[in-house]
Structures are given as structure tokens and as C-alpha cells.
């Protein structure tokens, strides 16, 4: 029995949902969440555009499932203790956990959403700007019941200040929370989702903003995120901080060639006759150049060629990136971990194409078999102005 205890203890503690108000703390009221003025709809065409690093979690109880599956069979049920066993071999042990922790039954999404006011089928987000990371920040979590969500984050935040306050064309409620190390967070409702910033600045572009400046507005995370609604978790990425840095680099050439030049002088200098007479004799015999001097103006020549041609190289690389996104799709058989790479110099349209299996079956039949070897790479894409057969 006291096993089980310890083990309930040690993977329920940090869903500490079950808040524990003292006195001198404010709750969170209803009447606090009404009238924010705030549409409904997906978060990212609420959210400001910008985000350096944008997660989507598809789900509170999708992914939790997911984690369930890939513990039950990673785990060895043979060799753990019998309490932790019948856990393990129960539908859904995690929230099994959670709600014995919290409200004495296992959870279900009907539960989450009357105790804890949270749509636990519906994405959860979490975006960077840039900045002090404790700052800014949006994090949106999905509102099945307001009432229940505001009673879990007194809990959590357990408030020493709770004040409405007015944003020009909405409203927020400034929190001053003593849980976490924050200053202030604002909380702005939505008919459908919670949002909490930390800056008072990014809970203004929630309303002021114009559609072109909301994150689905973005080429990029807008293609990151629908190729990703399969996903139990996706990340993207946004490298738009480095792009200034790029077109900089090419300052940095000039200054590393007066570097080299001032170097080789030095050596040229200081290098002794002799060694001077013997290297030169070498480099003669080998590469038909005069002298030291001539050897190192053709090395010049050679650095400065090459270096401005990587450099363009890189910053055309740079220019053209477009970010990064992770996704994690938490199957119990076939658990994923996916990364792509988005650039606008690679697009779907232009790129090569893979052949289609029927088509390459059908060609190896009139090839034969009598070559030992065959390369497969793709077809390319007709011409824009070319018809299509």
C-alpha cells in the first residue's frame, strides 16, 4: 500500500490541480472573464505574427493517450511491483493518476471539462516573441467551461492581484501571480479560448492588430501548421531574427581580406633568407611561380574568389530560409519524430517529383532485368507555360 502511495504521489504531484486558497490570496471571479471583447477562432488567427518559436499541442487528452500507449509498451510489466503492474494494464493509467490526485476518480474529457473548464480535444498553443522570454510570451488553452478554467488557474497562479483593466478595443484581467516568477500575466477570454501574456504590449496586438498581422497571416507557419494537423505536437520554428544578421555578412569580407593581407606581410617579413631560398626553389620546382611573393598573390586571389562565392552562397541560403518545424506523432507502434526544413528556394511546385509506383512497375517491365544496376530520381514538373497533357 505504501508503495502504491509514493508511486501515485510521484507521477500525480504535477498536476497539483486541486487549488488551496488562503486568505490573503484573490480569486480568480467569473465576472472578471466576461465582455473581453475578443473573437473566437483558431489561435493563429488571433495571435500576433512574429512568434520566434510557435508550439500547437493538438489536444490535451489526444497527446496524453499517446504518452499512455508508448508507456504501456515500453514498459516492463513482468518485472515491476503488482501495484504499479494492474496501474499499467488499466485503460488509461495517466489520467487514472490525475484524477485520483485531483478529484478522487479517473478523468475523462467530461470531467476535465466540468472540473478543470478546459476542451481537452481542442489545440493548445504556445508562442515566443522576441524578448525576455518571461515576458513575451501568449499561452492559449482551449475553454470548455469558463467558471472551471477560472477556478484552476486561481489554483494555479494563486493571485495576490486581480484586476480588470481596459485595452483600448478590449479588455484583460491583470493578474499579479505568486506560483510562478512572473510580475503580471493578462488574461484575456475569448468565447472559445484563454489567452495568458506576459507583456502588456502583446495582450494589446490581440485586438489592435489587422488580419495581415495575425500568425495565419504568415506564408510559412500557416503552411507549417495545416501539413502538421496530423501531429500530435508540432513546433515551428520562425528565423526571421537571423535575416538582419545575413545581409550583414557581406561587411565581414573586406575586413577578413585586409586581416590576411596584413598577416602575410608579417610573415614575408620576418621569415629568414635562407628558409626564404629554400622555400622558394621548392615552389619553382612545384608550381612554376617565381618567387614567395607571386605563390602568395595567387593564394590571395584564390581565398578572396572563394570566400566572396561561399559568402553569397550563405547569405543567399539565409535570405531564402524560411524555418524550421518539429512534429512528434505519439502512436504506441509506430511512434514519430518528424523535422522539416521550409526554404523558398525549394518549393513543392518546382521541385523534382517522385515517380509513382505504378508508373515505375509498369517501366521496369519493358526494361527487363538484365541491367545489374538502376537509378530512380524523379521526374521534373512541366514548364509554367507548358500545357499539361
Request: glycine share 6%; proline share 10%; hydrophobic share 45%.
Amino acid at each position: 500500500m505504501r508503495t502504491k502511495r509514493l508511486l501515485l504521489w510521484a507521477l500525480a504531484s504535477p498536476l497539483w490541480l486541486t487549488p488551496i486558497i488562503r486568505a490573503d490570496l484573490q480569486p480568480i471571479q467569473p465576472q472578471h472573464l466576461s465582455e473581453h471583447r475578443l473573437a473566437a477562432g483558431p489561435a493563429a488567427a488571433v495571435l500576433p505574427r512574429g512568434a520566434i518559436l510557435h508550439a500547437q499541442f493538438n489536444g490535451l487528452l489526444p497527446v496524453i493517450e499517446g504518452l499512455e500507449g508508448i508507456l504501456k509498451a515500453a514498459a516492463p510489466l513482468q518485472a515491476l511491483p503488482p501495484d504499479a503492474r494492474n496501474l499499467l494494464e488499466s485503460p488509461n493509467p495517466l489520467l487514472l493518476l490525475a484524477g485520483l490526485q485531483t478529484i478522487g476518480a479517473p478523468l475523462d474529457e467530461t470531467q476535465i471539462a466540468q472540473n478543470f473548464g478546459l476542451a481537452a480535444r481542442q489545440p493548445a498553443t504556445v508562442s515566443l516573441y522576441l524578448g525576455d522570454p518571461r515576458r513575451m510570451f501568449i499561452v492559449t488553452l482551449p475553454v470548455a467551461h469558463s467558471e472551471a478554467l477560472a477556478g484552476l488557474l486561481t489554483g494555479v497562479l494563486k493571485p495576490r492581484e486581480v484586476e480588470r483593466v481596459d485595452l483600448g478595443q478590449g479588455a484583460a484581467v491583470r493578474i499579479v501571480p505568486t506560483a510562478v516568477p512572473l510580475s503580471e500575466l493578462y488574461l484575456v477570454f475569448a468565447p472559445d479560448r484563454a489567452y495568458l501574456c506576459g507583456d502588456r504590449a502583446l495582450t494589446l496586438s490581440l485586438f489592435a492588430l489587422p488580419p495581415a498581422e495575425r500568425l495565419n497571416a504568415d506564408g510559412f507557419v500557416a503552411r507549417a501548421l495545416s501539413e502538421s494537423t496530423q501531429q500530435h505536437v508540432a513546433v515551428v520554428c520562425d528565423p526571421r531574427m537571423i535575416k538582419p544578421i545575413a545581409v550583414q555578412l557581406a561587411q565581414f569580407q573586406p575586413l577578413g581580406m585586409m586581416l590576411l593581407q596584413q598577416k602575410r606581410k608579417e610573415f614575408l617579413d620576418n621569415l629568414p633568407p635562407a628558409a626564404r631560398q629554400q622555400l622558394e626553389q621548392q615552389f619553382r620546382a612545384q608550381f612554376g611561380v617565381e618567387n614567395l611573393e607571386q605563390f602568395a598573390d595567387y593564394l590571395e586571389v584564390l581565398v578572396n574568389v572563394t570566400s566572396r562565392q561561399l559568402l553569397d552562397y550563405v547569405t543567399n541560403q539565409l535570405l531564402a530560409f524560411e524555418g524550421l518545424c518539429f512534429t512528434a506523432r505519439l502512436d504506441a507502434r509506430f511512434p514519430e519524430l518528424g523535422l522539416r526544413i521550409y526554404s523558398q528556394q525549394y518549393q513543392p511546385d518546382t521541385a523534382p517529383r517522385p515517380i509513382p509506383r505504378d508508373e515505375l512497375a509498369e517501366a521496369l517491365r519493358w526494361i527487363g532485368s538484365d541491367s545489374p544496376r538502376l537509378t530512380v530520381s524523379g521526374r521534373q514538373p512541366p514548364h509554367p507555360c507548358q500545357p499539361r497533357g
